[in-house]
C-alpha cells in the first residue's frame, strides 16, 4: 500500500495516478470523507486526516510501503512561520509513530538556502524531518508551470502577463507538476537507506519572456510579459488580501538575484519530461471560461 496525502490537488494528484497506472494499491489520505470520493471510485482507500492532529494522520501513514508528504502550501505566512510549524510538527509526530517504510518528501528549490524568504517553510519541514529513522527523498522541486494560472487571463484579454520575475529574458528553473509527481511516485517504488535529495528541472529554463510566447501559442495571440516594478510589490500583494507579503517578495528577490537555485545550477538536476507549451497549453484549455 502506498498512502498519498494532498491527493486531491495537482502534485499528489499526479503521484497517485502514476502508482495506479503502476498497478499499485493507493490510500488517499483527504481532509474529508467528500474529497477522498472521487478517489474511492478508482479504487483508493480513504484516509481521513489532517495537518492539524498527528493521531488521524499517523492511522493514516501506518502500514504502507511508502509514503508521500506535502506541506499544503503557504504564501501568506504568520512573522516567523508560526501558522507553519504546528504542521510540520504534525507531520513529525505522525511520522515518528505511524513509520512508513519508505519517505518521499515534496521540497523545493531553494530549501538550502539561509536567507529569509517564503521558501523557509520548506527548509524547515527538511530539517524536522532529516532525523526520522526512514528512509527519506527530499524532492526539490523548482518553480511550478502552473503558477501561470495567474496570468491566464490577462494574457488571453489584454495580451500580457505582468511578472514579477525579472529581467524579463532571464531563465528561471520550472518544471510541471505533472512531471513533479510522477518522479515522486518512481522515487516511492525505489529501494535506498537513509537521507537523500532529489533535484527537479525541466530539460530548458524558462524566462517570462518565453512564457509569454507559450501563453501567445497556446491562446492564437500575441502576448508580452511586462515587468511589475519591484517598489509596487508589497502594495500590490496587500491589495490581494496579503498580510505579510515580505517572504514571497524576498522569494521572488531570491530568484531574480540567483540566490534561490540547484546547488550547481541545475547541471544534476533530473529532467522532467513535460516541455512549457504543453503545461500553458493544459493551463489555457482547463481555466474558467475557456472556449
Ligand atoms: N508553487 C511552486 O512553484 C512550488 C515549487 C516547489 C514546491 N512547491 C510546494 O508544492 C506544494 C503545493 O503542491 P500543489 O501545487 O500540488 O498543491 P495544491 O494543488 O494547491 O493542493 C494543495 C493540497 O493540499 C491539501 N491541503 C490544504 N490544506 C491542508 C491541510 N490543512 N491539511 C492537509 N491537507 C491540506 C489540499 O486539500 P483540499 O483539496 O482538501 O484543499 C490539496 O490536496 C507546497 O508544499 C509548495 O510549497 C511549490
Known amino acids: 500500500m502506498f498512502a498519498v496525502t494532498a491527493i486531491t490537488g495537482k502534485v499528489g494528484g499526479a503521484v497517485a495516478r502514476t502508482l495506479l497506472a503502476a498497478g499499485h494499491p493507493v490510500r488517499a489520505v483527504v481532509r474529508s470523507p467528500e474529497r477522498g470520493a472521487a478517489w474511492a471510485a478508482r ?34 505566512p504568520a512573522p516567523d512561520f508560526a501558522d507553519v510549524k504546528p504542521a510540520i510538527a504534525v507531520i513529525k509526530a505522525a511520522l515518528a509513530k505511524a513509520k512508513p517504510g519508505r519517505l518521499v518528501v515534496l521540497s523545493t528549490i531553494g530549501a538550502d538556502s539561509a536567507r529569509p ?37 490577462s494574457a488571453r484579454d489584454q495580451g500580457v502577463i505582468h511578472s514579477y520575475l525579472q529581467p524579463l529574458d532571464r531563465p528561471v528553473p520550472m518544471i510541471a507538476t505533472d512531471d513533479v509527481g510522477r518522479l515522486a511516485a518512481e522515487l516511492m517504488q525505489q529501494s535506498w537507506s537513509g537521507r537523500r535529495i532529489v533535484e527537479l528541472e525541466a530539460a530548458e529554463r ?48 531570491g530568484f531574480n538575484e540567483g540566490w534561490i537555485d540547484f546547488r550547481d545550477g541545475g547541471v544534476h538536476a533530473c529532467k522532467g519530461r513535460i516541455p512549457l507549451g504543453e503545461a500553458i497549453a493544459a493551463l489555457v484549455r482547463s481555466h474558467p471560461g475557456a472556449a
Not at 524547515?124 to 494560472?149: G, K, Q, V, Y
Not at 517570462?208 to 515587468?227: K, S, W
Open 43 to 76: 479504487g483508493c482507500e480513504v484516509a481521513v486526516a489532517d495537518v492539524s492532529d498527528a493521531g488521524p494522520l499517523a492511522t493514516a501513514l501506518a502500514g504502507v510501503e511508502a509514503a508521500f508528504i506535502l506541506l499544503p502550501p503557504v504564501f501568506d
Open 206 to 253: 524558462v524566462s517570462p519572456d518565453q512564457l509569454a510566447a507559450a501563453f501567445g501559442r497556446a491562446l492564437g495571440r500575441r502576448v508580452v510579459a511586462q515587468p511589475v516594478p519591484r517598489g509596487d510589490w508589497q502594495a500590490l500583494f496587500r491589495e490581494q488580501g496579503m498580510q505579510n507579503p515580505t517572504p514571497r517578495m524576498q522569494m521572488i528577490d
Open 117 to 153: 524568504n517564503l521558501l523557509n517553510s520548506l527548509r524547515f519541514l527538511e530539517e524536522a524531518l532529516s532525523d526520522l529513522p526512514l528512509p527519506i527523498t527530499f524532492l526539490r522541486a523548482a518553480w511550478f508551470m502552473e503558477n501561470a494560472s495567474w496570468d491566464v487571463t
